[in-house]
């Protein structure tokens, strides 16, 4: 079955540091790969995505590149702020057949500190 | 964007009581939603796939008759944990695809937070 697998948390960083989290994922066809983010007390959103490979998905400074040859899609941010303190999953979804039932990752949990 | 609601935000009950919560799409119809229960170490486990109109799909090890689901409508699904218990306290969230393809992402609630005393 399909699985996604992302760095263990929590990730501490300084204000203005370069920020990278990292996700792999194993499925049996051609997925879509997203980023998603739950701020303290929120819902999870949606943070970016990608449908095929070499897409890259951009969104608040954050980038993640869908790269099929290491079945990776890992998260970067040049320059983390405070306010991006929170969790992440990463997620993806395989449309096959009209079922896509999304698979999450654990979950990585970042602090930044000013 | 699209906009999935859930009530309640949070309960609290007496264990054996039932908990019915509730999982709307505002502004878009979905045939399909998905529920999971967060656990404290934030993983986010499906529990089950709601399907309007037919029976849900639950995962495994998941107790059909202990989580009950009904996709009544295109815009509203349920979720009522039966007899709860102190071990079903958690934090409940549904989630509703915009489209048809696996394509597209996921519209979350906010989340339920369960507490049985």
């Known amino acids: 079955g399909n699985s996604v697998t992302q760095m263990e948390g929590p990730v501490t960083l300084s204000e203005e540091a370069f920020l990278t989290i990292n996700c792999t994922y194993t499925a049996t066809g051609y997925p879509s790969l997203f980023w998603y983010v739950q701020y303290p007390g929120e819902g999870l959103q949606l943070l970016l995505k990608a449908t095929k490979a070499d897409d890259k998905g951009s969104n608040k400074g954050f980038e993640a590149t869908y790269r099929k040859e290491t079945t990776s899609f890992h998260l970067e941010k040049g320059s983390v702020q405070v306010s991006d303190s929170a969790v992440y999953f990463c997620a993806l979804s395989e449309g096959t057949g009209g079922s896509y039932i999304p698979t999450f990752g654990r979950g990585t949990s970042l602090i930044v500190h000013p | 964007g699209a906009v999935v609601s859930q009530h309640p935000s949070w309960v609290i009950c007496k264990s054996g009581t039932s908990v019915k919560i509730e999982c709307r799409s505002l502004d878009f119809q979905a045939t399909t939603m998905f529920w999971y229960r967060q656990f404290p170490k934030q993983s986010l486990m499906l529990m089950a796939t709601s399907n309007e109109g037919s029976k849900a799909t639950y995962e495994q090890g998941v107790e059909k008759d202990k989580f009950l689901i009904n996709h009544a409508s295109l815009t509203l699904s349920t979720l009522t944990v039966t007899s709860a218990h102190p071990e079903d306290s958690s934090f409940y969230i549904c989630?509703?695809?915009?489209?048809?393809?696996?394509?597209?992402?996921?519209?979350f609630g906010p989340g339920t937070r369960l507490t049985v005393l």
């Open positions: 989630s509703a695809p915009l489209g048809l393809e696996g394509f597209n992402e996921q519209f």
